[in-house]
């Protein structure tokens, strides 16, 4: 079974903050995925990764940056952390292509005051 | 606009009772689309893929549909257990872009 592990389930921080959520997936997928989901809203991609230090923007990147220097390991990073990005963040990861079902860590929730 | 609606937002039914969720999309032609199991407090887990050709997909109690000419999919739980509770999601893939709709929160009462 692949396996998506992400750092921490909950998160409370100030506003301001520097804050590193990262994600592992223990089965060598080629693509990592994070996304947000907020009450009412479809899942929106941030940012996802083809490869080892290879990075698209997706959806809604302002505000965030990513990193991925080793293939299993896919971190979000919010530089300083504001009021609306409080939200629960999901990490996936597919096989090869970007298109195949997603595989999703148990998600963290991120709470900034 | 790309876009995939969802309905009912929420719904609330009976241990043993069967229930279909609606799934409306615009996106035309697509790769393929997928219903989603999302239980509280955990990440989307796959239920069902159906690509453009297909019509229908089953997964144990859970059987999805697809209509290209009124562009619905439709989820359908037979025999719904108290496990059933959960969001369910759907999601069309057109050129790699994955479209996700809401989801509907799903609450079986005994």
């Known amino acids: 079974d692949v396996k998506v592990t992400q750092s921490s389930r909950y998160l409370v921080k100030r506003t301001g903050e520097k804050v590193f959520l990262e994600c592992v997936q223990d089965m060598d997928h080629e693509n990592m995925f994070w996304y947000r989901q907020d009450p009412g809203l479809g899942l929106r991609l941030i940012y996802f990764s083809y490869d080892v230090k290879m990075k698209e923007k997706g959806d809604i990147p302002e505000g965030y940056s990513v990193s991925r220097e080793k293939k299993e390991r896919f971190s979000l990073i919010l530089e300083s952390a504001s009021t609306n990005q409080t939200s629960m963040y999901l990490c996936a990861s597919t096989e090869t292509s970007l298109a195949e079902t997603q595989y999703f860590g148990p998600g963290t929730r991120l709470l900034v005051l | 606009k790309n876009q995939v609606e969802q309905s009912p937002q929420s719904l609330i039914i009976l241990e043993g009772k069967n229930c279909t969720l609606q799934c409306n999309y615009t996106v035309s032609p697509f790769s393929n689309l997928r219903w989603y199991k999302q239980d509280t407090g955990r990440g989307p887990v796959s239920l069902t893929i159906?690509?453009?050709s297909e019509n229908t997909k089953s997964n144990g109690r859970y059987t999805a549909t697809l209509d290209a000419d009124t562009k619905q999919s439709s989820l359908h739980i037979t025999a719904s257990q108290l496990s059933d509770s959960a969001s369910y999601i759907c999601v069309v893939t057109i050129n790699y872009q994955l479209i996700w709709g809401a989801g509907t929160k799903l609450i079986i009462k005994p």
């Open positions: 159906m690509t453009f």
